[in-house]
């Protein structure tokens, strides 16, 4: 991604340290925040300063990485384990973090702690390039099903900021405008933690796309009105049998377009695909502190500011991710080709490594 001119990716590894957008201060500040160990970059997924399934994911490598750098070689194995429990409880549902902890524990497997070390941190590097490459594949497939003069709609954010680079939902998105179609993009604000009207909106702004951000209630009455010409999400986990776990909120975006015949796409990179959950009620759903519904943040024009909403005595769930049932996909865009949303789908997929 370019930002002020300058090349970023969301997450990377320098100096030492593991490197990433801060992305509590975005829209208002653009900020590279550092973490020297394994647990302040796993405490860094968990504060949510970087966010988003795949940057998770490789943040989550890079955290493996660095543990294997922290352990003492007396005590490797142990310092290994210990990490790898840590950074696993970070956050409990994308898939990508699990998956980037079990590859770096692969590549570690049965060497010496020199070799482990070095071996780990060519696999956290992999893992943020392959997720880089990935994404920037589901961008051209994905770019196909757009017609110029589309409006799409998309819900919380996963573009650049929520992968290492490119995006998932978004980089069709990206990839149609650059081959010089017209797009407008209905950007859902995603209460409660409004990754829609703060991220995405941001992201857009910098592509030069242009876009409207509709309260997350307002989406229906655009549907309806035959106003969204297609729909594209993210995923945080997808199930074996095609079911799709995304921010909270999705699962009734997917229900309105099959009322309405608007096109349900999901978009992620294969990393994202979890076999051994048969459906989505075996995956892991977040619960979130409910101080993000009873309250609202924003920038105050100095700080970024919280203010109470709801009666002080008044109780709140929190759910961060629902379920859309596979049948309300209408496919899913991985860098190895648009798939159905079905076991049959999923299955084919294996088939084509
Ligand atoms: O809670 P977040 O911001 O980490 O949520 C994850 C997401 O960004 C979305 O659910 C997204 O649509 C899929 S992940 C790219």
Redesign the pocket.
């Known amino acids: 991604m370019i930002v002020n001119g300058k090349h970023y990716r969301t997450v990377w590894f320098e100096d030492g340290m593991v490197k990433m957008i801060n992305q509590h201060l975005i829209p208002h500040r653009f900020d590279v925040a550092g973490f020297r160990t394994y647990r302040e970059t796993a405490d860094a997924i968990t504060d949510?300063v970087v966010?988003?399934?795949?940057a998770?994911g490789a943040a989550a490598g890079y955290a493996m990485a660095q543990g294997m750098l922290e352990a003492p070689d007396d005590m490797f194995k142990e310092g290994i384990r210990e990490a790898a429990e840590y950074i696993r409880k970070a956050?409990p549902t994308?898939q990508d973090l699990f998956y980037a902890v079990e590859l770096v524990l692969d590549a570690a497997r049965e060497k010496n702690p020199p070799e482990a070390r070095a071996a780990a941190a060519r696999t956290a590097e992999t893992i943020a390039n392959d997720n880089a490459e990935a994404c920037k594949s589901i961008g051209v497939l994905g770019a196909d099903l757009i017609k110029s003069g589309y409006r799409i709609g998309t819900?919380?954010?996963?573009g650049w900021l929520?992968?290492v680079d490119w995006g998932?939902?978004l980089s069709p998105i990206y990839a149609a405008k650059r081959q010089g179609k017209e797009v407008f993009v209905w950007v859902d604000e995603t209460r409660p933690?409004c990754?829609g009207a703060r991220l995405t909106a941001w992201e857009l702004g910098q592509e030069g796309i242009p876009h409207a951000i509709i309260a997350d209630n307002a989406a229906g009455h655009y549907i309806r009105r035959g106003e969204m010409d297609m729909f594209i999400?993210?995923?945080?986990r997808i199930a074996a049998n095609g079911d799709v776990v995304?921010?909270i909120g999705t699962y009734e975006k997917a229900v309105l377009c099959k009322e309405n015949g608007v096109p349900f796409y999901v978009a992620a990179p294969t990393s994202t695909i979890d076999r051994k959950c048969p459906d989505g009620d075996s995956v892991p759903i977040e619960e979130r502190d409910c101080d993000e519904v009873l309250s609202m943040f924003g920038w105050d024009g100095h700080r970024m500011e919280t203010v109470r909403i709801a009666p002080q005595e008044s109780q709140a769930r929190n759910p961060?991710?629902d379920v859309t049932p596979a049948r309300y996909v209408k496919g899913i865009i991985t860098e190895r080709g648009i798939i159905e949303a079905s076991e049959k789908g999923i299955a084919g997929l294996q088939e084509k490594t």
Not at 233 to 236: E, K, L, Q, R
């Open positions: 949510m966010r988003g399934a795949g998770i956050r994308a819900h919380c954010n996963a929520a992968f998932s939902a933690r990754q999400v993210g995923a945080d995304n921010k961060g991710f």
